[in-house]
């Protein structure tokens, strides 16, 4: 990072019955980014800032209180602006204000983010018609007939159309946060994020907003949930129909025959996504060869892990881990972001 290079404001809205996870976990996101400049040392890239309605103090539907910075009346320099989500914002006079400020500072920002129900004040802008977007999947339908020009995707995590951000209820402002930054400063520096944090690092916008772990869970008989919990736990493990029929106390072909009813597909596709998905994991946070990975997800040899996770993710195993794992080369990551803070600092220069 350039020395003298100002950090990047982050503004998050916040207004009376907001969601306080939606606004507290993009900002803990952001704050916890630190870049190492091989010169400067650590530096900190990002400021938040909450910028309120007006100066009084709002209140979350948890009851949890804010003071806000800033006020949507000062003149602020905003890099990225964030909408959380909140049933407050579902309140005509307060969605006509959100969606005001976004008018008339949206020429100024560079890129705009709306977490969960954060989309009903960014959509009612317009600015948003003839885009994708997504938001929680218990609102999905009803954003989609309220703003009818949207292209509503209610099963992804988040979704980047142009310079608009849009994400899923909750925790997903998190996963888009992290994918902030890494578009920003690399993903050696999201990763760190990730960890500070103890989330998983990368959910990808196109995953599902329901996780195959808590799919099983959610949709798990009694003699399904320990089952699945012993599965999540141990992918290494033998997973053939015949051993999970034991395992559920059912005849190969009830259990087969049950799994399907619950669960959309057949145990060999779950089994399958479960082992790829943790593998993509240990290749992010861990040094294990790809050899080591593949076994100790289930694999029973390197070239069918290879096979099986580039039909899946359109990318091979080590491509995988060059892009999302914590062994990035530094220094392609210092130029990496050391570019974007100049490109940054030239717009702002103008």
């Known amino acids: 990072m350039v020395g003298s290079m100002a950090p990047l404001r982050i503004g ?63 003149s602020l320099e905003i890099d990225t602006l964030v909408i959380p989500g909140g049933c407050g914002l579902r309140d005509p006079a307060t969605n006509r204000k959100i969606a005001a400020c976004i008018l008339e500072n ?33 609102f999905a339908h009803d954003a989609a007939q309220r703003f009818s020009r949207l292209r509503v995707e209610p099963d992804a995590l988040f979704i980047k159309d142009g310079r608009y951000y849009t994400s899923a209820g909750v925790t997903a402002g998190i996963d888009l946060a992290l994918s902030l930054i890494e578009e920003d400063f690399g993903s050696k520096v999201a990763l760190a994020v990730a960890r500070e944090m103890v989330v998983y ?77 943790e593998a993509r994991r240990r290749l992010s946070a861990g040094a294990l060869s790809i050899e080591s990975v593949a076994e100790s997800v289930g694999f029973k040899g390197a070239d069918s892990f290879r096979r099986a996770f580039e039909r899946r993710f359109r990318v091979t195993p080590s491509n995988y881990r060059r892009t999302f794992g914590l062994r990035s080369t530094p220094a392609a990551n210092d130029r990496s972001a050391r570019n974007n803070f100049r490109a940054k600092k030239g717009r702002r220069s103008r």
């Open 201 to 277: 690092l990368k959910r990808s916008g196109g995953q599902q907003q329901y996780s195959e772990p808590l799919q099983f869970q959610t949709n798990s008989s009694d003699r399904f949930a320990e089952l699945g919990h012993w599965m999540i736990n141990h992918p290494n493990e033998e997973m053939s129909i015949d051993s999970l029929a034991r395992r559920a106390a059912l005849s190969p072909r009830q259990f087969f025959r049950r799994f399907k009813e619950h669960f959309g597909s057949s145990p060999a596709t779950f089994v399958e996504t479960l082992r790829l998905n």
């Open 106 to 138: 949206a020429p100024q920002i560079r890129r705009i983010a709306s977490v969960c129900t954060g989309l009903y004040g960014l959509a009612a802008t317009g600015l948003l018609d003839g885009r994708r977007v997504t938001t929680h999947w218990r």
């Open 12 to 74: 998050l809205l916040g207004y009376d019955h907001i969601n306080a996870v939606d606004l507290v976990g993009p900002a803990e996101a952001f704050s916890s980014a630190i870049y190492q400049n091989s010169k400067d040392g650590l530096q900190r890239p990002y400021q938040v800032t909450v910028i309120g309605l007006t100066k009084r103090s709002f209140v979350a539907e948890s009851g949890i209180i804010f003071q806000p910075a800033a006020t949507v009346d000062d």
